[in-house]
């Protein structure tokens, strides 16, 4: 008995949007197999869907290219907390800041998306651009 996929993606339409660096290199399991896993998975079908919705690969590569400044920013920080600890210590912050990264990204763009969105009178309305202002809590 054969089993398909629901949701089938096509081959070219994962190599597109890897090329676009919004999904990473399948991992290799043997020399005629490529592995991608849940989450990579779990990608692909929402890319699939937004294909669907009209939205192209290009539209979503500012995930890719801001993740890139954002990952630059969090090693600079990583590497200026961790560069004299010794492995234990580096290893347990190394953790911990991970945890932390997730958890700052999703919240901050969640907040930031939920108060566009709450300032729109309707939602047809266009949202306005950021303004430069900085948020009394950064200081």
């Not at 699939?48 to 500012?62: C, S, T, W």
């Not at 912050?93 to 907040?111: E, F």
Request: with cysteine; aromatic share 10%; charged share 30%.
């Amino acid at each position: 008995m054969a089993f398909r996929r629901k949701n089938p993606l096509p081959k070219s339409t994962i190599l597109f949007y890897a090329g676009q660096g919004l999904l990473p290199a399948p991992k290799k399991t043997s020399r005629n197999m490529a592995y991608y896993d849940v989450d990579d998975v779990g990608m692909g079908r929402m890319f699939f869907e937004e294909l669907r919705l009209g939205i192209r690969a290009e539209e979503l590569a500012y995930y890719a290219e801001l993740g890139e400044k954002i990952v630059d920013r969090e090693m600079a920080l990583h590497n200026k907390i961790t560069s004299a600890l010794p492995y234990p210590e580096d290893a347990a912050t190394t953790t911990q800041m991970v945890k932390n990264a997730r958890m700052c990204r999703a919240y901050v763009i969640d907040r930031l998306f939920q108060h566009r969105v709450a300032a729109m009178k309707n939602l047809k309305d266009q949202p306005q651009p950021h303004a430069e202002e900085r948020e009394p809590w950064l200081d």
